[in-house]
C-alpha cells in the first residue's frame, strides 16, 4: 500500500480544526475565553504580542492562529499518515494519539527554547489537545484511505 496524499490532507484538515474547535470550547467554559487558544497558537507569528489585545484583535488573532494551527496540522498529518499507514484503524487512532504525545513533548520542550510563550502550553490541557489531535489525525486517515480492500467485494476501491 502507498501512502493517499488526499487522506492525508483531509485528516490534518480536519483533525486541526476539530481538535481546534474542541479545544475552543473548553476554554470557552473553563475560563470564558474561547480565543485563548487561537492567540496562544498566534504566538508564533506575532510573538508576546499574540496576548496583547490592544495590539492584536482577537478576529487577527483567531485568524492567524487558525491559519498556523492548519499549516501544522498538515505538516503533521504527513508525517502520522506516512508512518502509520499501513496497520488499520486501531493502530493509527492510538500510534497517532502517541505522536500527539510527541508532538506536545517537542512543542513544549524544546520549541520553548525559539518561542519562550510556548512556555504556556505546559499543561495537560495541552497535553489532551495534542492527544486529540494525533488521534483523530490518525483514525481519520485510515479511515479515508482509498487503498483499503472493500469489505463487500473482496477487491481494492479505487
Known amino acids: 500500500m502507498t501512502l493517499d496524499l488526499r487522506a492525508s490532507v483531509l485528516a490534518g484538515l480536519l483533525a486541526a480544526l476539530a481538535s481546534l474547535g474542541a479545544g475552543m470550547v473548553a476554554l470557552q467554559l473553563m475560563h470564558g475565553n474561547a480565543v485563548m487558544l487561537p492567540r496562544l497558537i498566534a504566538t508564533i507569528v506575532f510573538g508576546a504580542d499574540a496576548f496583547d ?5 482577537d478576529a487577527i488573532a483567531f485568524a492567524v492562529g487558525t491559519a498556523v494551527h492548519v499549516v501544522l496540522g498538515l505538516a503533521f498529518a504527513l508525517l502520522i499518515s506516512t508512518a502509520l499507514h499501513r ?39 495541552m497535553v489532551g489537545f495534542h492527544l486529540m489531535f494525533g488521534a483523530l489525525c490518525g483514525g481519520i486517515y485510515e479511515l479515508l484511505e482509498r ?12
Open 53 to 57: 489585545a490592544s495590539k492584536v484583535s
Open 87 to 125: 496497520f488499520g484503524f486501531w493502530i493509527g487512532f492510538f500510534g497517532g494519539a502517541l505522536f500527539g504525545l510527541a508532538l506536545y513533548a517537542i512543542n513544549t520542550y524544546t520549541m520553548s527554547r525559539f518561542f519562550p510563550d510556548f512556555f504556556y502550553f505546559r499543561s495537560w490541557f
Open 147 to 158: 487503498d483499503r480492500k472493500s469489505i463487500f467485494r473482496g477487491r481494492v476501491k479505487r
